[in-house]
RNA sequence: GGGCGCUUAGCUCAGUUGGGAGAGCACCAGCUCGACAAGCUGGGGGUCACUGGUUCGAGCCCAGUAGCGCCCACCA
């Protein structure tokens, strides 16, 4: 073994001999349990930074203990589509070459996204293999590749004909500069300075006008009411007579309806059906029409008459010279507030009346929820749990059709009679009348409709392969807490409808990882760190230790201190490793532990392993490295390995064998969260024929957890720190004690020298509160008895070490 | 407006059924002793956000206050 350990080429070494061995290859055909991990195919064009980095340790050390347990082990490994974020990388990139995705034509663009994907696409599964994530790479798939378009489209199909899918003409979000609809979850509300405008709608009998406040002047074209509240004292009396909307000098009715806010603005509110959701709602129960004067590119449309082609704002600006020519602007302020942004180009959102496919939620959700509430599936943290419910119950019909060119188009068609034929593949003629003349529809679908057939699409559904048999149902999703309504509600139906299965059983949501400086890491805003600058700089076990320790609560702030600690743990594991194998020899002897050190060194291995599983069970992982560290550190260099020392060197075949064993524990407790390391240090091991990546994990060992050698040590533990702290040597235990004492510290020979006087201070204070605790008689009577015991042995061990002193 | 969460050492954070305030980094002092200077040993440093309550005992439980973060929502 070199001196000094250095992660880069060790860990590019396993992480290849790994996938050659095939070690990370699930197995079909296998006769184990199966485990998988049904791990978020990232987007194509993206690239890892820490924040996917944490989950994939997490999913990951989940998984190499599930592997070492024996399970038959698949986390699946591929890549999204992702709809809109890659025609946008795409379109950039045409840009620069000074030409457009219009220029080109839809055929010749999506060859264009095909090229650039086989080219650029794919950095992610060069970042997974340099974290060590064990993800089967033999069988990577795409969202977009052939069986995969063929499962969408049965699921389309299946939904049709369910009759779950229609098309409706419905307010939407339209994002101008993509020039498609979105859905409510692809927006981001910003905060935007604009002027409230306030103007005096005239009524029609000419008995005065109503004030109303807007943010959206041009908008006015389109009222079609006014509204107020029904409740509303000072408009009573006007709910049913007429105002004049200015600029265009339209009738329209003054209407009653509770969506109205009382406190904003006025107290009324223009009502425009076409341009707004709430408006467009009351639009609907009240009959009204639907006007629409803005168009698709964000300027005003032909229906805007002598305003049509401006921008809103030139349209506005005209709009509000002709109220104030008249005197209708009572006042203009300054107003902050949330507007709707397309979350790719933070476009304005306008809300546009247009025709889309919708899916119904209604059938799809109800059997979700009961499987979520009957748990099912369990989100962890249990609050997320309640989240993911309560979200689905609200989950409105989902508009599932984009008017982009990159996805799963559509599989209908058109005749010109207007008849609609869904089918997987194209037909031949129209399903209702057999015209020949069809037309597909030009739409693509919102890519988590195909999202959320992951975990049965990557298995080759929908044919019946042995991959599905094998590995439908899985076992876990990680996720960060935004995509639970995207994405994992969105599986768990879809799942249920087919199969009628979920298709896990545990959701563990995430810690969202934020820069140094406390604003998200996200590529956007450039605060995304690529896991793999700190790989080169600590090493991959270093990062995912670190991240594994940064995972616990809900938002953490990125530091390296974490990873450093890591990267200190992989030095000393190397170290002590080497201490024992330089002095180990070629047999493998039997194991005896024949001291108290060694007795208590097993014991506290077979504890770390209880609180490594119970963390694991319970997917609360930042217990682990704080276990693993102190083991590792304390326990088994600073103590054991220090007391066994002379043993080694001297050749005690016992010790050397005791040592061995031990450091195997170690290395099996530590692989999951450090694989690379340990598997280097493994190879060193006489007589390993296994990997350890699928060595068995340590079974309970409960006879080693000795009580005596426990106590024995807590003395030794204890000498040696007021040794060290004071130079006074306690010579008042026993002789077990005082032999592994010297072990450690080396045998002083002048004993009970040193600070004695402020050690005997800090002995009687501790002894004079045991006392005080003791002599409480509500203490003795209510504290649980393992803590009145534990008080009365140190008081004991303080009384002896003061006597001692004496 | 609704939901979730956070506030502990200079910094990043642990602290799981209430029982002596912790780790890493940073800082200071000492140490090359046959695994480890990418190290070891020791040390300084905290009104556990604030107020009240429950309890023999509260960082932990309860109520409230303040500040911060994230997600959601149709106040134009």
Redesign the pocket.
């Known amino acids: 073994m070199d ?4 992660p880069q080429g060790v860990e590019n070494r396993w992480q290849q001999t790994w996938e050659e061995e095939g070690l990370y290859s699930a197995d079909p055909d296998s006769s184990r349990q199966s485990w998988v991990y049904c791990f978020p195919p990232p987007n194509v064009t993206g690239n890892l930074h820490l924040g996917h980095a944490l989950q994939i340790s997490l999913g990951d050390v989940l998984a190499r203990w599930k592997r070492m347990q024996g399970f038959n082990v698949l986390v699946q490994a591929g890549y999204d589509h992702a709809g809109i974020s890659t025609q946008n990388v795409v379109e950039k990139a045409l840009e620069r070459e000074g030409t457009s995705r219009q220029a080109l034509g839809r055929e010749a663009f999506v060859e264009r996204v095909w090229e650039w994907l086989h080219e650029y696409g794919g950095n992610i599964v060069h970042q997974f293999r340099s974290m060590g994530a064990s993800m089967d790479y033999r069988r990577i798939r795409f969202t977009m590749d052939e069986g995969y378009v063929r499962a969408v489209m049965r699921w389309f199909v299946h939904l049709y004909e369910r009759g779950w899918i229609y098309r409706d003409n419905r307010i939407i979000n339209w994002c101008p500069h993509h020039e498609t609809s979105l859905s ?2 692809e ?1 981001e ?1 910003v905060d935007m300075d604009d002027a409230l405008t306030t103007i005096q709608y005239p009524l029609a009998d000419g008995s005065g006008h109503v004030s ?5 002047p041009a908008t006015i074209l389109a009222d079609t009411a006014v509204a107020v509240h029904p409740a509303d004292e000072r408009y009573r009396d006007l709910v049913g007579k007429e105002v004049i909307v200015p600029f265009v000098e339209r009738r329209v009715p003054v209407i009653a309806d509770e ?3 009382m ?3 006025t ?4 009502v425009t059906p076409g341009h ?3 408006d467009f709602a009351i639009g609907r129960d009240h009959g009204l029409p639907e006007l629409t004067v803005i168009g698709p590119d964000g300027r005003m449309n032909d229906a805007a008459g002598e305003l049509a082609g401006l921008t809103q704002d030139d349209a506005a600006k005209r709009i509000l010279e002709w109220a104030a020519g008249r005197g209708q602007i009572e006042k203009r302020e300054s107003y902050r ?2 507007v709707p942004t397309c979350e790719r180009c933070h476009s304005r959102i306008e809300p546009l009346i247009s025709l889309q496919w919708w899916c119904r939620m209604d059938d799809l959700k109800q059997p979700a929820i009961a499987a979520l509430n009957e748990r099912k599936v369990a989100f962890h943290p249990e ?1 997320q749990h ?2 993911a419910i309560s979200s689905l119950e609200g989950a409105p019909d989902w508009n599932i059709s984009r008017q982009i060119w990159w996805g799963h188009q559509l599989p209908i068609w058109y005749c010109p009679d207007g008849h609609v034929t869904v089918v997987e593949t194209a037909p031949d003629a129209c399903a209702e009348c057999g015209s020949t003349d069809l037309t597909r529809d030009p739409d693509v679908l919102d890519t988590w409709f195909s999202s959320e057939l992951w975990p049965f699409a990557t298995l080759g559904w929908p044919d019946e392969t042995p991959d599905l048999a094998a590995f439908y149902p899985g076992n876990l999703q990680t996720t960060a ?2 995509i639970i309504r995207l994405w994992e509600n969105r599986m768990i139906f879809a799942g249920l409808e087919l199969f009628g299965e979920v298709p896990f059983t545990d959701v563990i949501i995430h810690s ?1 990882l ?1 820069a140094p400086d ?3 890491m996200s590529k956007s805003l450039g605060t995304g760190i690529d896991p793999v600058e700190e790989i080169n700089k600590q090493g991959a076990d270093a990062l995912r230790y670190g991240l594994l ?2 995972s ?6 990125f ?1 390296t ?2 990873i ?2 890591g ?2 743990l992989a ?2 594991l190397w ?2 490793s ?2 024992i194998l ?1 002095n180990a020899g070629d047999e493998v002897p039997d194991a005896r532990p024949d001291s108290v050190e060694e007795q208590w060194i097993l014991g506290r291995l077979d504890g770390t392993r209880e609180t490594v599983e119970k963390a694991l069970d319970g997917f ?1 992982f ?2 682990i490295p ?1 276990a693993l ?1 102190d083991l590792t ?1 304390e326990d088994f ?2 103590f054991y ?2 007391a066994i ?2 043993r080694l ?1 001297a050749g005690d075949a016992n010790a050397r064998a005791t040592a061995l064993a031990a450091l195997e524990q170690l290395l099996k407790l530590l692989h999951p969260v450090m694989p690379h390391v340990t598997e280097e240090i493994w190879s060193y091991l006489p007589g390993r024929e296994t990997r350890l990546i699928v060595a068995p994990w340590p079974t309970a060992q409960p006879t080693w957890r000795d009580r005596q050698a426990a106590e024995t040590m807590d003395r030794v533990r204890s000498a040696v ?1 007021t040794f ?2 004071s130079g006074v040597l306690v010579t008042a235990y026993d002789a077990e004690t005082v032999r592994i004492f010297e072990l450690i510290v080396g045998a002083p020979t002048d004993g009970g020298q040193g600070d004695v006087e402020a050690e005997r201070t800090r002995l009687q204070k ?1 002894i004079d ?1 045991g006392e005080k ?1 003791l002599a ?1 008689e ?2 003795v009577a ?3 008895p393992e ?1 009145v015991e534990s008080e009365r042995q ?1 008081l004991e061990r303080y009384r002896a070490e003061l006597d001692a002193l004496a």
């Open positions: 001196t000094l350990y250095k409510d979850l927006l509300d109303i406040a807007t943010v959206r969506r109205v806010e406190e904003f603005g107290g009324a509110l223009k707004d959701p709430t507030h949330a609050s309640r989240f807490r935004e969202t934020l406390g604003r998200r320790k940064m616990s609560t809900q938002d953490v702030r530091s201190g974490a450093n600690e990267r200190k030095i000393k170290n002590v080497r201490l330089a609360s930042g217990a704080i560290y550190f260099c600073d390995a220090e020392k002379s060197y720190k060290r702290r501790e509160r605790m409480n509500k203490f209510n504290a649980k803590v140190k």
